[in-house]
């Protein structure tokens, strides 16, 4: 079955600043890529995701990349601001919608103000 | 975006003892999915739950322990049967959206002593 690996496990940035957090999948029949911020005690709420056909796709300050062929996908959040600081977890299955989802193991995110 | 009901937010219960989580949504959808979350970790599915069909369960997770209802399409329930204190963890359920992503209710809580 799919397996998702994420990192860093913790990450802490300076306010204003980027960050960065990494996903690698190992089916190379997945194609959608979700992301998830889990803030403190609320449920996981997706902020952004990507599907195989495209690159890269943005929404203000976030943006996920894909690479099909090394199998990875990366979350970027610019501009840092004190209420990005939650749990994100990444995701991968083979298509959206009835499909089972495979969670990374999650990172966590703090800005420093 | 589906509203999705949970009940109980949170419960304390007894080692040995069984409860059981209701999830309702806003809208009528195919499928309906339980996860769970341990304390500090990621989501991992338990199983997914059909309208007129078993649930399907992943492995590692059997009906005996956690078996499964899904009387109509607005609704489902899980129940956690003879539990232990491993079993302390976040229960998730979550539906698809119209575009095929993942929505999450606010989870149930669930200690057990």
């Known amino acids: 079955g799919e397996n998702v690996e994420q990192h860093p496990s913790t990450l802490s940035v300076q306010e204003g600043d980027s960050a960065v957090i990494k996903c690698t999948y190992s089916?190379?029949?997945?194609?959608?890529f979700p992301w998830y911020k889990q803030e403190l005690g609320k449920r996981p709420q997706l902020i952004i995701d990507i599907r195989s056909n495209v690159g890269e796709k943005k929404d203000q300050r976030i943006a996920v990349t894909l690479n099909k062929t090394a199998k990875h996908f990366s979350l970027h959040i610019t501009e840092t601001q004190p209420e990005d600081s939650a749990v994100y977890f990444c995701a991968a299955s083979k298509s959206f919608g009835n499909e089972k989802l495979t969670f990374g193991t999650g990172t966590r995110l703090t800005i420093i103000p | 975006s589906a509203v999705i009901s949970q009940k109980p937010s949170r419960d304390i219960c007894q080692r040995g003892t069984s409860l059981t989580i209701q999830c309702q949504v806003d809208?009528?959808?195919?499928?309906m999915f339980w996860y769970r979350q341990q304390p500090g970790q990621s989501l991992t599915l338990i199983a997914t739950?059909?309208?007129?069909?078993?649930?399907?369960?992943e492995s590692g997770f059997v009906i005996d322990k956690f078996p499964i209802s899904r009387p109509n399409l607005t609704f489902s329930t899980l129940t956690v049967s003879n539990m232990s204190p491993e079993d302390s963890s976040i229960y998730l359920c979550?539906?698809?959206?119209?575009?095929?992503?993942?929505?999450f209710g606010e989870g149930s809580r669930l200690t057990v002593l």
């Open positions: 089916d190379s029949a997945s194609n959608y």
């Open positions: 979550s539906v698809d959206g119209l575009a095929g992503e993942l929505f």
């Open positions: 739950a059909n309208q007129g069909s078993e649930a399907t369960y």
């Open positions: 809208s009528q959808v195919t499928m």
